[in-house]
Nanobody, 125 residues
Framework: VQLQAYGGGLVQAGGSLRLSCAAS????????MGWFRQAPGKEREFVAA????????YYADSVKGRFTISRDNAKNTVYLQMSSLKPEDTAVYYC???????????????????WGQGTQVTVSS
């Protein structure tokens, strides 16, 4: 399984960006795709996740109402639409895939089996 994340960049506070994560090498029916982020000096934290088949979504409280996760089954791609960005959203964003996961573990990075290379998002004030 390979995950390719892209779409990061520099944006002003209040702006928007859309991240994409293209998956190859395996079908993801019944699995979960997630987005995490890691700022300098901080631990990797959960941002959002989506169940591939059902489309059920999960969000961190810090991004709820501002970020939207979605997927395109035909393209094997997951998106993270980020709006009303804040300087504290600055981080490297990673996409990840979990083969088997229970709801209580969706926010835990070690629950995920595969990781993309990360894409930098910088929000200026």
């Amino acid at each position: 399984v390979q995950l390719q994340a892209y779409g990061g960049g520099l944006v002003q506070a209040g702006g928007s960006l859309r991240l994409s994560c293209a998956a190859s090498g395996r079908t993801f029916s019944g699995n979960v795709m997630g987005w995490f982020r890691q700022a300098p000096g901080k631990e990797r934290e959960f941002v959002a996740a989506i169940r591939w088949s059902a489309g059920t979504t999960y969000y961190a409280d810090s991004v709820k109402g501002r970020f939207t996760i979605s997927r395109d089954n035909a393209k094997n791609t997951v998106y993270l639409q980020m709006s009303s960005l804040k300087p504290e959203d600055t981080a490297v964003y990673y996409c990840a895939a979990a083969l088997r996961i229970i709801v209580s573990m969706i926010r835990v990075p070690t629950s995920y089996n595969y990781w993309g290379q990360g894409t930098q998002v910088t929000v200026s004030s």
